[in-house]
Each structure stands twice: as structure tokens, then as C-alpha cells.
């Protein structure tokens, strides 16, 4: 399939900015026979005696750091995982421009990282010149907000949700990010369990596809975990709702390999036959991007529409901005 097919017009000022002041004021378009417009504190309301919802609970690591080259040259990392026990692997930029072996400094002139060998996903390979690689974060890291949005927040809690654990993501499971510990209990009050996983969010998620037909499209591997608890709630529930493509993918990688953990590569696309998630709260995703191929294999080319009527609405779109509750095509 042709990825111009994945394509829509997305308007730069559709493009939430900042966090609303109430994380549950978002704004979340059910489908149906009939479309509602509701906001992410109606969601118990949607839901079912016995269904399980399902969250991604990886918190954001502050893992995008600059420094400068012995040049004076600046460099910006954004380090997305653990290697070995003393490298990383990391983005780079500009790459090209800092060869194998460069050491890169902090702004009292100490050096902080030496840059490595490439690893052949466009990455880099970083050591520590300073300790771990967690003190380097809390020393010198940021929380690495997407491209799309133009200042740091000035709390960055707020690009973590509420229910978040482990440091393990280098980007938010954003349609975690609308619920309060409030409305998770009116969600239990409804008979409804909230269990959790983790999906350590990395560039499986969010690289965008940049060949011409997916079928092309390499996924970048993601860590998973779902305990045999979780595994067996989901077996026995009502539904289950997934929050979030992460949750999606973990479950689903469960269910296609038997493996409660280890790495996933799974690229959900049409056809794809679902195992486990029969509804998905998610927020509005880029074009072009394996976000979306996802959606299409769960919704049908129906997106196109939601979409649309979205933007019509005036919703606000991608990672800060408001959700859609949809239904597995049967």
C-alpha cells in the first residue's frame, strides 16, 4: 500500500501547543452510528461491567542534552536506550559532523560524552565520560518534547502521565496523558479494572515512514513488558481497551510470539488480524506516519472521516492534544 494513502492535511495551528490546564477537560470524539463529541472525563460512561483498560505506565526519561564540540560547535543527543553496560544508543545532531571518537564537552569546558561508531539505524553509539548515563540526565537532560511543539513546557510533568513508573521512553504514551487518578476511579466504580504494562517508547513509535509503500517500512525494536497477571485479565475481559498504540503493539506482540517481554518490531498494518484490543483511546497522529497504518488496520479507512470531522471541530492534534474512542472493525 501506497503511503501518500496515509497522507492528510494537517493545518499548523491544529497542532496543540501546550497542555490544557485540566489533563480530563481534552476532548474526545467517540465513534459510532452516531459520531458524540465528548471530553475525557465522560470516558466511564463509555465503558463496560468487566471490561479491562489497559495503560502504558513507562515514564519519560530527560534524556535530550546539547553540548559542544572541542570546536565550539553545538551538538544536541537524544540518548534512547541502553546498548551495553557502558554505551547508549543515541540521535545525533549534526551527526555527520562529529566523527568517531570526538568527545563532547559541557559549558565549563569538562568533557561529558564520547561519540562512537554508527549502529546502522541512523544512530549513534555514546559513553559516559562522567558516571551513568541516569546522572548525566539529571545533570544536564531535558524531557525531549517532539519537533512539532515549539517551547519546553514549564511543567514537564505535564508530558508525563499520572501513572507513569520507570524512566524507559523517550517520548510520552500521549493518550495516557488525559487521565486523573479521579476519573481512573470513576473508570473501577463503573466495574471496570485498570491494569498496566510497559512499552518503552523509542524510535519504533515515533520515526515517521519515509519509503514510498510501508510495505517497505522497517519498525525500529521497542521493549515491552506485560506480567502474566495482566496477560490473564485481558483474556477474561469484557473488552479490552487499550490506551494508547503502545498498548496495542505490546499486546498484540504478546499474542503473536507468546512472549510476555523482550523486543517488538511489530508494524501493524491492514489486514492485520487483532487478537486481543477490541477498543482503542488514542489521540490524533501525524500523516504518514505508522501511527496511523495502525489505525486503519483497527478502524478501516473510516479515519479519513474522523479525521476530518476533527479538524471541523476544531480538536486539537497530536501529542497534547485531544483523543478519539474507537471500535475494532469485526
Given at each position: 500500500m501506497d503511503t501518500s494513502h496515509f497522507d492528510y492535511e494537517l493545518p499548523k495551528n491544529a497542532i496543540a501547543q501546550h497542555p490544557l490546564e485540566f489533563r480530563e477537560n481534552s476532548r474526545l470524539l467517540v465513534d459510532g452510528e452516531i459520531i458524540s463529541h465528548k471530553k475525557?472525563?465522560?470516558?466511564?460512561?463509555?465503558?463496560?461491567e468487566g471490561d479491562v483498560i489497559v495503560l502504558n505506565e513507562t515514564r519519560v526519561m530527560s534524556s535530550r542534552m546539547k553540548f559542544r564540540k572541542e570546536t565550539g560547535g553545538m551538538v544536541e543527543l537524544l540518548a534512547l536506550?541502553?546498548?551495553?553496560?557502558?554505551?547508549?544508543?543515541?540521535?545525533?545532531?549534526?551527526?555527520?559532523?562529529?566523527?568517531?571518537?570526538?568527545?563532547?564537552?559541557?559549558?565549563?569546558?569538562?568533557?561529558?560524552?564520547?561519540?562512537?561508531?554508527?549502529?546502522?539505524?541512523?544512530?549513534?553509539?555514546?559513553y559516559s565520560l562522567?558516571?551513568?548515563?541516569?546522572?548525566?540526565?539529571?545533570?544536564?537532560?531535558?524531557?525531549?518534547?517532539?519537533?512539532?511543539?515549539?517551547?519546553?513546557?514549564?511543567?514537564?510533568?505535564?508530558?508525563?502521565?499520572?501513572?507513569?513508573?520507570?524512566?524507559?521512553?523517550?517520548?510520552?504514551?500521549?493518550?495516557?496523558l488525559h487521565f486523573t487518578e479521579e476519573t481512573l476511579q470513576r473508570c473501577v466504580q463503573r466495574g471496570v479494572h485498570i491494569t498496566k504494562l510497559e512499552l518503552s517508547v523509542g524510535l519504533g513509535t515515533f520515526r515517521p515512514i519515509s519509503t514510498e509503500s510501508i510495505g517497505n517500512h522497517r519498525m525500529h525494536e521497542e521493549k515491552y513488558s506485560v506480567s502474566?497477571?495482566?496477560?490473564?485479565?485481558?483474556?477474561?475481559?469484557?473488552?479490552?481497551?487499550?490506551?494508547?498504540?503502545?498498548?496495542?503493539?505490546?499486546?498484540?506482540?504478546?499474542?503473536?510470539?507468546?512472549?510476555l517481554s523482550g523486543r517488538t518490531d511489530l508494524f501493524i498494518t491492514p489486514g492485520f488480524e487483532f487478537n486481543v484490543v477490541d477498543v482503542l483511546m488514542t489521540n490524533f497522529h501525524l500523516p504518514r506516519s505508522s501511527l496511523l497504518v495502525m489505525i486503519e488496520a483497527f478502524v478501516g479507512p473510516r479515519w479519513k472521516d474522523l479525521y476530518q470531522i476533527a479538524l471541523d471541530e476544531g480538536y486539537r492534534f497530536l501529542s497534547l492534544g485531544d483523543a478519539m474512542f474507537i471500535?475494532?472493525?469485526?
Open positions: 475525557t472525563k465522560d470516558l466511564p460512561d463509555l465503558l463496560e536506550e541502553e546498548h551495553k553496560e557502558d554505551s547508549w544508543e543515541a540521535l545525533i545532531r549534526p551527526s555527520r559532523k562529529v566523527p568517531v571518537g570526538s568527545d563532547l564537552f559541557d559549558e565549563d569546558g569538562d568533557p561529558v560524552i564520547r561519540v562512537g561508531e554508527a549502529s546502522g539505524d541512523g544512530t549513534r553509539y555514546i562522567q558516571g551513568t548515563m541516569q546522572e548525566l540526565f539529571q545533570k544536564y537532560g531535558e524531557v525531549p518534547l517532539p519537533p512539532y511543539i515549539e517551547r519546553q513546557l514549564d511543567d514537564e510533568e505535564r508530558y508525563q502521565t499520572v501513572f507513569s513508573n520507570r524512566e524507559s521512553s523517550v517520548a510520552a504514551p500521549t493518550a495516557g502474566e497477571d495482566v496477560w490473564e485479565l485481558c483474556k477474561q475481559a469484557n473488552r479490552v481497551v487499550a490506551v494508547g498504540t503502545t498498548v496495542v503493539r505490546a499486546l498484540e506482540s504478546v499474542a503473536a510470539t507468546g512472549n471500535k475494532r472493525s469485526k
